[in-house]
Nanobody, 123 residues
Framework: QVQLVESGGGLVQAGGSLRLSCAAS????????MGWFRQAPGKEREFVSS????????YYSDSVKGRFTISRDYAKNTMYLQMNSLKPEDTAIYYC????????????????WGQGTQVTVSS
């Protein structure tokens, strides 16, 4: 079992930046991919970005490409999401996910989930 804990959410004005963190613990040797998904009110949880835990390859959704950057600190078992040029439509609960295979671009592939962190972007 892998445990995931997110941090770094908050309220920011449009055009601002936030950095999310996700710390993994437990059976971290089983992780092949980690990623971020988000869920806005009344909408389904959608893919944002993911990273190959061993090799560093990344994926981004079209809606965040060029504005968000995913990274990881392998030694600290921690993943980050740097979010720049935030827009009101980025408002959602952001969830960290881990998977035992790559790629991780659909929520059905995730084996573990964090509790979520709220990101609110005001206009």
């Amino acid at each position: 079992q892998v445990q995931l804990v997110e941090s770094g959410g908050g309220l920011v004005q449009a055009g601002g930046s936030l950095r999310l963190s996700c710390a993994a613990s437990g059976r971290t040797f089983s992780i092949y991919a980690m990623g971020w998904f988000r869920q806005a009110p009344g909408k389904e949880r959608e893919f944002v970005s993911s990273i190959n835990w061993r090799g560093g390859s990344v994926y981004y959704s079209d809606s965040v490409k060029g504005r968000f950057t995913i990274s990881r600190d392998y030694a600290k078992n921690t993943m980050y999401l740097q979010m720049n040029s935030l827009k009101p439509e980025d408002t959602a609960i952001y969830y960290c996910a881990a998977a035992d295979r790559w790629p991780l671009v659909v929520r059905e592939r995730a084996n573990s989930w964090g509790q979520g962190t709220q990101v609110t972007v005001s206009s």
